[in-house]
């Protein structure tokens, strides 16, 4: 891990009364510029060639001569060949140069690579740059390990699919879109099987990452994706917030639900079992008696990353859940930054968020908000890392 030292340093670089917020152009880019314009800060965004096309003119930032911004949300885009050219120290110069802090998201690790963010990256990031490891699923200290430690729900893991006599879930990455999801249920070692060929066969899944994929329990049930926020800052207040909750549209998972069953039966191989890519996501509330279930989780998940993680939780998280029969919350995924899903409360607001703030209140702009405390308060070294 770079030593705090340096990325202080780096800090103490900028002019931060010309702060700006910086974010690679993927995942909830967009939620967290339209989050920083909200909060009076001008936005950076950095893109891959070829994909930069949403930052650099559809929603590119239009401001008067005075500053005020008058349409877009992104006011400079710098567009690299590859993504993880932002680890060159000639670009994290300019960033810092910028005065650009940097908002992590899924894509920074995936596309930069976790090693570099630990290591290389000097620009301050506000989050926790030591958590985002824990995503990394079969890592010694993932995010289950976590929950596991603080004795969270979460599904029961088979270690052999010889052991399958329930429907589980066969977690591993997808073998051509390395970033996506190679995900297959099964209900019995044969069907287990039968999957795991077809798969092989149409170059789904391979048999490297078939080793080390989690086997775990499918929790049948709705999804509920909690965006929370954790202010080191605030005082007088509850530091945890429940900004809002998104669930997932996934390919091609979502297509074969709309099927009706003989016509699922009629499939090819290729598209018998489906995929789940995710491709959207929508808002959504949950019944308020469950609320008081949710608040516990993420207090405990808070605690355990103070305890095995210092200085611990910093900004957004998400935590992934599924509620099964008995209205139990069971925790499949932990996003340690920036939820994917935040995108679907830009300029709206999280319903949660807004009656908390009394005003929009989206991800992104609970984001930039914590930043404008941070330099207000002079308290910046306190939500970088």
């Known amino acids: 891990m770079i030593e705090r030292k340096r990325v202080l340093e780096s800090l103490e670089k900028y002019d931060l009364s010309k702060a700006k917020i910086g974010v690679l152009g993927s995942h909830s880019a967009l939620d967290v510029c339209d989050g920083a314009v909200d ?215 979502d297509g074969h639900v709309r099927l009706p069953a003989p016509q699922q039966m009629t499939l090819l191989e290729s598209q018998a079992t489906p995929e789940y890519t995710v491709c959207g996501h929508n808002s959504a509330t949950l019944r308020e008696s469950l609320l008081r279930k949710v608040f516990p989780l993420a207090e405990k998940y808070v605690e355990g990353t103070k305890e095995y993680y210092s200085p611990g939780m910093i900004g957004a998280f998400t935590l992934q859940t599924c509620v099964d029969k008995d209205l139990n919350f069971w925790i499949y995924d932990v996003s340690p930054r920036v939820g994917g899903g935040t995108n679907v409360h830009l300029a709206v607001g999280h319903p949660y968020g807004n009656s908390i703030w009394r005003t929009i209140m989206s991800t992104g702009r609970r984001l930039a908000l914590e930043i404008r405390r941070g330099i207000e308060m002079d308290a910046m070294e306190k939500i970088v890392t």
């Open 39 to 253: 909060e009076g800060f001008q936005t950076m965004v950095i893109c891959e060639k070829g994909r930069e096309e949403p930052y650099t003119r559809y929603f590119k930032a239009e401001r008067s001569a005075d500053g005020t911004l008058v349409r877009g949300i992104v006011d400079k885009a710098v567009v690299f060949d590859k993504f993880n050219e932002i680890l060159e120290p000639k670009n994290q110069d300019m960033i810092i140069g910028e005065n650009a802090v940097f908002a992590p998201h899924r894509s920074l690790v995936a596309y930069a690579g976790i090693d570099g963010v630990e290591n290389e990256f000097y620009v301050p990031i506000v989050g926790s740059r030591n958590l985002l490891r824990s995503e990394e699923r079969g890592e010694d200290r993932d995010y289950y390990w976590i929950l596991e430690k603080m004795d969270m729900p979460f599904p029961k893991k088979l270690e052999n699919p010889e052991d399958i006599d329930f429907l589980v879930m066969v977690k591993l990455p997808h073998k051509v879109k390395r970033l996506e999801r190679g995900f297959f249920t099964a209900a019995s070692y044969k069907e287990y099987i039968e999957k795991v060929e077809a798969l092989l066969r149409n170059d789904v899944i391979t048999k490297e990452d078939l080793e080390k994929a989690r086997i775990e329990e499918y929790i049948v049930g709705p999804v509920f994706n909690f965006d929370f926020f954790y202010s080191p800052l605030t005082e007088g207040a509850e530091k945890l917030e429940l900004l809002g909750i998104d669930w997932r549209f996934e390919t091609s998972l």
